[in-house]
């Protein structure tokens, strides 16, 4: 069966990258790429089988958590069964014969140029946001757009035929991306693993306290914890666990169990080979083919 990966943003977006660091090289027939212009059509494309899977971004090192990615994974049926660390390179490209000094006008997507603050201040730059880096790249190539450039990735300066006339001017050099395979496969089980929890509690004093007490008493790590405003219900909130293990561990299994009895609902969005450290960012334990 042909594998189709659908991402957030143009061809050449960071996504892509993503994709490609974590299925493999993009070959027409055997894995192709379904570009979505929002988050919501990712997860829709695989709801009505347009996609086999998709690759989301949930984590930035510096931005902290997308909270889109959260609130979208609990109301879809979709599983994580992996995820990949991609360090973020940002360029600036612009027309073939522009350099710095003609440079009048920075387009990308708002994240992008937050992280290159910094140089885009020096620079004395009019900036305008963008849904998409590589979408910027695109529009300025398209349009011809003299005195204008756009904060993207080499890749992105590849396939629009732009050029790189800065490279690496984010702020922050340890600036990297967690992404989050999704789909209907299960994760299988690495040699180092994550389980992502989502469950809500009552509310009254300690209820928190007690759920997680089922996670400490089995000695599970919990590497994060995060907190959701419940939809349809004013000041109600739901929480994200990621644990360092998987759901085949008895120990998982019995935590997720007693989680059950404690709250208004416990859902495991996925169990998975967790990602290789921010340093070389290599998914760990995930073949590139249909499971």
């Known amino acids: 069966m042909q594998q189709v990966v659908a991402f957030q943003g143009e061809r050449g977006a960071y996504s892509e990258e993503a994709v490609v660091k974590f ?11 379904l570009p979505c212009r929002s988050l919501p059509e990712v997860f829709r494309a695989i709801n009505e089988g347009i996609a086999t899977d998709g690759l989301i971004p949930i984590e930035n090192s510096l931005a902290g958590s997308i909270n889109e990615s959260y609130d979208l994974l609990l109301r879809n049926d979709i599983n994580i069964y992996g995820e990949v660390i991609l360090p973020i390179n940002h360029c600036l490209l612009a027309l073939e014969g522009e350099t710095l000094k003609d440079i009048r006008r920075v387009y990308s997507h708002p994240q992008a140029l937050a992280q290159c603050e910094t140089f885009l201040e020096k620079l004395g730059v009019e900036t305008i946001a963008v849904y998409d880096t590589a979408g910027s790249a695109k529009m300025i190539k398209e349009m011809q757009m ?128 967790a990602a290789a450290g921010e340093n070389d960012g290599r998914a760990c334990g995930v073949s590139p083919g249909l499971g």
């Open 23 to 33: 299925f493999g090289e993009i070959v027409p027939g055997r894995l192709d790429v």
């Open 146 to 273: 003299r005195g204008a450039a756009a904060i993207a990735s080499k890749r992105a300066a590849e396939l629009y035929g732009v050029k790189v006339i800065a490279e690496g001017i984010q702020s922050d050099k340890a600036n990297s991306t967690r992404f989050y395979a999704i789909g209907r496969r299960q994760g299988s089980k690495g040699e180092r693993n994550k389980t992502v929890v989502v469950f809500a509690t009552e509310n009254k004093p300690g209820a928190l306290y007690w759920c997680l007490g089922a996670i400490v008493c089995r000695q599970i790590n919990m590497t994060k914890l995060e907190s959701r405003p419940s939809r349809g219900e004013p000041w109600q909130y739901i929480f994200y666990l990621d644990l360092e293990t998987h759901i085949s561990e008895p120990a998982c299994r019995d935590a997720i169990d007693e989680l059950r009895t404690k709250t208004l609902f416990t859902r495991v969005l996925g169990s998975f080979p």
